[in-house]
């Protein structure tokens, strides 16, 4: 074993000891995260609104801090483009937090379009390669092609829900692999 095979070995053996150390702490991040996704799936319009308002907090603070930081460094040719782009932000956000129904809707159709254009980006770059598995990467595909589409046909009502679900979804699965990885690294044998 070489000196980096070693040291890798040895980094590994000690993130595992401190994950075994603290399972609890990942266990109970877990089951809050499902939680939060559950409740997230059982009101999506809720979950939906208060994306749409973390959003545009965020934006509003990004905005604040990239038109500061402009003017810091004013000098090096780049003002306009942070002026810029600190407007942009500071406008969005604006908007976001003043309608955010009404920015839930817009961001909806954004991903509806995504969805569809990357569905079809998949599709043909799978069906041009003669790659194994390429029937899964045309699958993959197809999947999104198809979530797009239904929500593209269902907008703007799905601009209400599809943001809240899509959290909801990801917060429960990201809860589940959490709880999974606690009882994983919870039966670790302890470092010697």
Same mark, same amino acid.
């Given at each position: ?35 939060? /996704?559950? =409740?997230? $799936?059982?009101?999506?319009? #809720?979950?939906?609104? +208060?994306? %749409?308002? &973390? *959003? ?46 009404? /920015?839930? =809707?817009? $961001?909806?159709?954004?991903? #509806?379009?995504?969805? +569809?254009? %990357?569905? &079809? *980006? ?61 009882? %994983? ?8």
């Amino acid at each position: 074993m070489n000196q980096y095979d070693a040291a890798r070995s040895s980094a590994f053996a000690d993130m595992a000891e401190h994950l075994r150390r603290n399972w609890g702490w990942l266990m109970a991040l877990g089951v809050l995260l499902l939680i939060l /996704g559950v =409740i997230a $799936l059982a009101d999506s319009v #809720a979950a939906t609104v +208060v994306s %749409a308002l &973390v *959003f545009g907090w965020i934006l509003l603070v990004a905005g604040i801090v990239e038109g500061v930081q402009a003017f810091r460094h004013r000098a090096s040719g780049h003002l306009l483009l942070h002026v810029l782009n600190a407007v942009l932000a500071l406008v969005v956000g604006v908007v976001l937090l003043q309608n955010p129904v009404g /920015g839930a =809707i817009g $961001l909806t159709l954004l991903l #509806a379009v995504y969805f +569809v254009v %990357a569905g &079809v *980006f998949r599709i043909v770059a799978a069906w041009s390669t003669h790659a194994p598995g390429r029937g899964w990467l045309i699958f993959n595909g197809i999947v999104t092609l198809v979530l797009g589409l239904l929500v593209w046909s269902q907008w703007p009502v799905s601009g209400l829900w599809v943001i809240g679900v899509f959290i909801g979804i990801d917060l429960i699965v990201a809860g589940w692999s959490q709880i999974m990885t606690a009882m %994983a690294v919870r039966n670790l044998p302890a470092r010697a």
